[in-house]
């Protein structure tokens, strides 16, 4: 069966240390693979999309690896602050399957 | 405007009542969605319309209904609806069903509690 796993459903890390959240799927062929953040009773807000060719992508203080071979996504917070605080999940798009799928979140807490 | 509004933020229904969530996007996007979202878990696809056009329907019950009356609204109809589907519904758009940027953007939701 289908399964998009994120490793820890919680994990606190220490305020401007790295977080890094995994992301492991299973049966899938993603054509691209994206990270999302979501605050409570908010819709999830897009962060960063990388493509099934691409190895590593950054934006400010984050980055995202895609591992094929691995079937996993790294995603990681440099200089982590409270304000980082959130649940983050993945999500991807199958090769001729328009729809995206989410993973199952990791709820972050950055400790002050 | 790269904003995505849903009305209502709260709605109370008995398992007899007749409601319909809506949901709005001004950023000339194609691709509008439903998903589900029960406490601790991922968002869940429902229906997908691209182009004002139904394209997925992930084998939602018939109590809920979908419209697209046009290319910037999109409604949820709910009639005789279940405890079990309590939630928060959660609207999106996306430029077009399946482009290479694929992003999504989301509404705040409609918290939707049935009695």
């Known amino acids: 069966s289908q399964k998009i796993e994120q490793n820890s459903e919680a994990l606190n890390i220490q305020e401007g240390k790295t977080a890094t959240l995994t992301c492991n799927y299973t049966n899938y062929s993603p054509a691209y693979l994206q990270w999302y953040r979501q605050d409570p009773g908010r819709g999830p807000v897009f962060l960063l999309l990388?493509?099934?060719?691409?190895k590593e992508k950054r934006k400010e203080r984050l980055k995202v690896t895609f591992d094929t071979t691995l079937k996993q996504s790294l995603f990681h917070i440099t200089a982590s602050q409270p304000a980082d605080s959130a649940t983050y999940l993945c999500?991807?798009?199958?090769?001729?399957?328009?729809?995206?799928?989410f993973g199952t979140g990791t709820r972050l807490t950055i400790i002050p | 405007d790269t904003e995505v509004t849903q009305t209502p933020k709260h709605l109370v229904m008995g398992m007899t009542n007749k409601k319909s969530l809506k949901c709005e996007q001004h950023m000339g996007h194609r691709a509008m969605y439903w998903y589900k979202q029960k406490a601790k878990k991922p968002p869940e696809l429902m229906f997908v319309y691209s182009y004002e056009k139904l394209s997925i329907n992930e084998s939602v019950p018939s109590r809920f209904s979908p419209e697209c009356p046009n290319s910037s609204l999109l409604n949820l109809h709910l009639h005789a609806l279940q405890p079990e589907d309590s939630a928060l519904y959660l609207c999106?758009?996306?430029?077009?069903?399946?482009?290479?940027?694929?992003?999504?953007?989301f509404g705040p939701g409609t918290r939707l509690t049935v009695t």
């Open positions: 999106a758009s996306s430029q077009v069903q399946g482009a290479e940027t694929y992003e999504q953007y």
């Open positions: 990388i493509r099934e060719n691409e």
């Open positions: 999500a991807l798009v199958n090769f001729g399957n328009e729809k995206l799928t």
